[in-house]
Protein backbone atom coordinates (compact mmCIF):
# COMPACT_ATOMS: atom_id res chain seq x y z
CA UNK A 1 0.00 0.00 0.00
CA UNK A 2 1.42 3.73 -1.07
CA UNK A 3 2.02 5.50 1.94
CA UNK A 4 3.57 7.78 4.44
CA UNK A 5 4.67 6.74 7.76
CA UNK A 6 5.49 8.53 10.80
CA UNK A 7 7.28 7.08 14.12
CA UNK A 8 6.34 7.88 16.58
CA UNK A 9 2.81 8.93 16.32
CA UNK A 10 2.54 10.17 20.14
CA UNK A 11 5.42 11.69 21.65
CA UNK A 12 5.67 13.02 25.72
CA UNK A 13 9.21 14.59 26.05
CA UNK A 14 10.74 16.98 28.46
CA UNK A 15 12.63 20.26 27.17
CA UNK A 16 16.30 19.92 26.06
CA UNK A 17 16.08 16.43 25.56
CA UNK A 18 16.74 15.58 21.72
CA UNK A 19 14.32 13.83 19.77
CA UNK A 20 13.78 12.51 16.26
CA UNK A 21 10.11 11.92 14.19
CA UNK A 22 10.77 9.62 11.41
CA UNK A 23 8.90 9.91 7.89
CA UNK A 24 9.21 7.48 5.39
CA UNK A 25 7.25 7.24 1.80
CA UNK A 26 7.14 4.20 -0.30
CA UNK A 27 6.20 5.94 -3.67
CA UNK A 28 9.59 6.48 -4.72
CA UNK A 29 8.47 10.53 -4.49
CA UNK A 30 11.05 12.99 -4.92
CA UNK A 31 9.62 16.07 -2.51
CA UNK A 32 8.89 15.74 0.97
CA UNK A 33 8.12 18.39 3.35
CA UNK A 34 7.58 18.76 7.22
CA UNK A 35 4.33 21.16 8.83
CA UNK A 36 3.36 21.62 12.01
CA UNK A 37 0.04 22.33 12.62
CA UNK A 38 -1.34 24.56 15.70
CA UNK A 39 -4.85 25.66 16.88
CA UNK A 40 -5.75 29.26 15.00
CA UNK A 41 -2.29 29.31 13.16
CA UNK A 42 -3.46 26.33 10.62
CA UNK A 43 -0.54 24.12 9.22
CA UNK A 44 3.15 25.86 8.10
CA UNK A 45 5.78 24.75 6.69
CA UNK A 46 8.67 23.78 8.37
CA UNK A 47 11.31 22.34 5.72
CA UNK A 48 11.42 20.27 2.57
CA UNK A 49 13.63 18.83 0.20
CA UNK A 50 13.69 18.50 -3.43
CA UNK A 51 15.50 15.26 -3.21
CA UNK A 52 18.34 13.35 -1.31
CA UNK A 53 20.75 15.89 0.29
CA UNK A 54 18.87 18.98 -1.34
CA UNK A 55 16.82 20.69 1.65
CA UNK A 56 15.49 23.61 2.66
CA UNK A 57 13.83 26.07 4.74
CA UNK A 58 10.11 26.52 5.06
CA UNK A 59 8.06 29.47 6.96
CA UNK A 60 8.73 28.05 10.26
CA UNK A 61 12.16 26.39 10.52
CA UNK A 62 13.71 27.52 14.14
CA UNK A 63 14.78 25.18 15.96
CA UNK A 64 14.56 21.96 13.82
CA UNK A 65 16.91 19.94 11.69
CA UNK A 66 16.44 17.35 8.36
CA UNK A 67 18.45 15.41 6.47
CA UNK A 68 17.48 13.92 3.21
CA UNK A 69 20.64 10.64 2.94
CA UNK A 70 17.76 8.21 1.31
CA UNK A 71 14.64 9.25 -0.99
CA UNK A 72 12.43 7.41 1.00
CA UNK A 73 13.28 8.68 4.48
CA UNK A 74 13.05 12.29 5.59
CA UNK A 75 13.80 12.63 9.59
CA UNK A 76 12.79 15.67 11.80
CA UNK A 77 15.39 16.71 14.65
CA UNK A 78 14.57 18.53 17.40
CA UNK A 79 17.66 19.28 18.76
CA UNK A 80 16.81 21.16 21.99
CA UNK A 81 13.10 20.97 22.39
CA UNK A 82 10.85 23.41 23.79
CA UNK A 83 7.87 24.01 25.07
CA UNK A 84 6.77 26.56 22.13
CA UNK A 85 7.19 23.05 20.00
CA UNK A 86 4.51 21.43 20.77
CA UNK A 87 1.97 20.47 18.30
CA UNK A 88 1.16 18.09 15.48
CA UNK A 89 3.62 17.54 13.08
CA UNK A 90 3.22 15.93 9.62
CA UNK A 91 5.31 14.69 6.81
CA UNK A 92 4.49 14.65 3.15
CA UNK A 93 5.55 13.64 -0.42
CA UNK A 94 4.96 14.33 -3.55
CA UNK A 95 6.20 13.44 -7.13
CA UNK A 96 8.11 16.94 -8.91
CA UNK A 97 7.72 17.28 -11.77
CA UNK A 98 11.13 18.11 -13.80
CA UNK A 99 10.61 21.55 -14.93
CA UNK A 100 7.11 21.14 -15.24
CA UNK A 101 4.34 23.90 -14.77
CA UNK A 102 1.78 21.53 -12.93
CA UNK A 103 2.13 20.18 -9.24
CA UNK A 104 1.32 17.01 -8.12
CA UNK A 105 -1.03 15.91 -5.68
CA UNK A 106 0.55 15.74 -2.44
CA UNK A 107 0.18 13.21 0.10
CA UNK A 108 0.67 13.08 4.37
CA UNK A 109 1.24 10.78 6.95
CA UNK A 110 -0.97 10.18 9.90
CA UNK A 111 0.69 13.14 11.90
CA UNK A 112 3.21 13.04 15.01
CA UNK A 113 1.62 14.78 18.52
CA UNK A 114 4.36 16.27 20.24
CA UNK A 115 4.02 17.42 23.74
CA UNK A 116 7.40 19.04 25.21
CA UNK A 117 7.22 19.53 28.99
CA UNK B 1 1.85 36.41 0.04
CA UNK B 2 -0.87 34.02 -0.91
CA UNK B 3 -3.53 33.86 1.70
CA UNK B 4 -6.16 31.03 1.75
CA UNK B 5 -9.84 31.53 3.57
CA UNK B 6 -12.25 28.98 4.56
CA UNK B 7 -15.62 29.76 5.14
CA UNK B 8 -17.64 29.03 7.35
CA UNK B 9 -15.40 27.71 9.96
CA UNK B 10 -17.90 25.42 11.13
CA UNK B 11 -21.20 24.11 9.94
CA UNK B 12 -23.75 21.65 11.54
CA UNK B 13 -25.94 19.71 9.57
CA UNK B 14 -28.53 17.55 9.35
CA UNK B 15 -28.27 14.25 7.65
CA UNK B 16 -29.03 13.77 3.57
CA UNK B 17 -28.41 17.52 3.07
CA UNK B 18 -26.52 18.81 0.31
CA UNK B 19 -23.57 21.43 1.14
CA UNK B 20 -20.85 23.38 0.01
CA UNK B 21 -17.69 24.28 1.64
CA UNK B 22 -16.00 27.57 0.28
CA UNK B 23 -12.34 28.29 0.05
CA UNK B 24 -10.75 31.69 -1.28
CA UNK B 25 -7.42 32.80 -2.29
CA UNK B 26 -5.78 35.80 -3.24
CA UNK B 27 -3.07 34.96 -6.08
CA UNK B 28 -4.97 33.17 -9.00
CA UNK B 29 -1.36 32.25 -10.26
CA UNK B 30 -1.41 28.68 -8.95
CA UNK B 31 -0.89 25.75 -10.46
CA UNK B 32 -3.99 23.50 -8.70
CA UNK B 33 -6.25 23.25 -5.76
CA UNK B 34 -6.15 20.76 -3.49
CA UNK B 35 -8.90 19.53 -0.89
CA UNK B 36 -8.01 17.63 2.39
CA UNK B 37 -10.18 16.06 4.95
CA UNK B 38 -8.88 15.59 8.60
CA UNK B 39 -10.51 13.48 11.10
CA UNK B 40 -9.90 14.63 14.84
CA UNK B 41 -6.17 13.77 15.70
CA UNK B 42 -5.50 12.25 12.70
CA UNK B 43 -3.69 12.83 9.40
CA UNK B 44 -5.35 14.31 6.05
CA UNK B 45 -6.38 12.32 3.22
CA UNK B 46 -6.69 14.05 0.04
CA UNK B 47 -9.84 14.34 -1.57
CA UNK B 48 -9.74 16.08 -4.71
CA UNK B 49 -7.01 17.56 -6.77
CA UNK B 50 -8.54 20.19 -9.54
CA UNK B 51 -5.23 21.21 -11.96
CA UNK B 52 -5.26 25.11 -12.90
CA UNK B 53 -6.57 24.30 -15.93
CA UNK B 54 -9.36 22.36 -14.74
CA UNK B 55 -12.73 23.69 -13.73
CA UNK B 56 -13.97 20.96 -11.47
CA UNK B 57 -13.33 16.98 -10.41
CA UNK B 58 -15.81 14.54 -8.95
CA UNK B 59 -15.21 11.39 -6.45
CA UNK B 60 -18.28 10.23 -5.60
CA UNK B 61 -20.66 12.45 -3.51
CA UNK B 62 -17.85 15.18 -3.81
CA UNK B 63 -17.24 17.48 -6.37
CA UNK B 64 -14.96 20.39 -6.27
CA UNK B 65 -14.68 23.56 -8.79
CA UNK B 66 -12.53 26.06 -9.33
CA UNK B 67 -12.74 29.64 -10.46
CA UNK B 68 -8.99 30.64 -10.91
CA UNK B 69 -9.89 34.22 -12.14
CA UNK B 70 -12.12 34.84 -9.08
CA UNK B 71 -9.83 33.02 -6.63
CA UNK B 72 -12.23 30.57 -5.54
CA UNK B 73 -13.20 26.85 -5.13
CA UNK B 74 -16.18 25.39 -3.94
CA UNK B 75 -16.94 21.72 -2.15
CA UNK B 76 -19.94 20.07 -3.06
CA UNK B 77 -21.39 16.73 -0.94
CA UNK B 78 -24.59 15.53 -1.97
CA UNK B 79 -26.68 13.89 0.59
CA UNK B 80 -24.14 14.03 3.04
CA UNK B 81 -23.80 11.64 6.01
CA UNK B 82 -22.79 11.19 10.07
CA UNK B 83 -19.42 9.72 8.02
CA UNK B 84 -18.84 12.95 6.62
CA UNK B 85 -18.48 14.59 9.96
CA UNK B 86 -14.56 16.21 9.54
CA UNK B 87 -12.62 19.03 9.24
CA UNK B 88 -11.79 19.68 5.36
CA UNK B 89 -8.88 21.81 4.25
CA UNK B 90 -8.43 23.25 0.96
CA UNK B 91 -4.56 23.76 -0.09
CA UNK B 92 -2.72 25.76 -3.01
CA UNK B 93 0.78 25.42 -4.04
CA UNK B 94 2.66 28.70 -3.36
CA UNK B 95 1.64 30.83 -6.80
CA UNK B 96 4.08 30.93 -9.79
CA UNK B 97 4.83 34.73 -8.44
CA UNK B 98 6.00 34.38 -5.44
CA UNK B 99 8.72 31.57 -7.33
CA UNK B 100 7.06 28.62 -7.21
CA UNK B 101 7.22 25.45 -5.08
CA UNK B 102 5.73 22.84 -3.80
CA UNK B 103 5.12 24.43 -0.72
CA UNK B 104 1.02 23.99 0.34
CA UNK B 105 -0.51 27.42 1.92
CA UNK B 106 -3.35 25.79 3.54
CA UNK B 107 -6.68 27.57 4.45
CA UNK B 108 -7.79 27.05 8.65
CA UNK B 109 -10.98 24.37 7.64
CA UNK B 110 -14.24 24.39 7.60
CA UNK B 111 -15.01 21.73 10.60
CA UNK B 112 -18.49 19.78 9.30
CA UNK B 113 -21.04 17.86 11.92
CA UNK B 114 -23.41 15.95 10.21
CA UNK B 115 -26.16 15.12 12.88
CA UNK B 116 -28.42 11.74 12.05
Known amino acids: EAQVTQNPRYLITVTGKKLTVTCSQN?????MSWYRQDPGLGLRQIYY???????DKGDVPEGYKVSRKEKRNFPLILESPSPNQTSLYFC????????????????FGPGTRLTVL | KQEVTQIPAALSVPEGENLVLNCSFT??????LQWFRQDPGKGLTSLLL?????REQTSGRLNASLDKSSGRSTLYIAASQPGDSATYLC???????????????FGKGTKLTVNP
Open chain 1, 92 to 107: ASSPRLAGGLTRNEQF
Open chain 1, 27 to 31: MNHEY
Open chain 1, 49 to 55: SMNVEVT
Open chain 2, 27 to 32: DSAIYN
Open chain 2, 50 to 54: IQSSQ
Open chain 2, 91 to 105: AVPQPVTQGGSEKLV
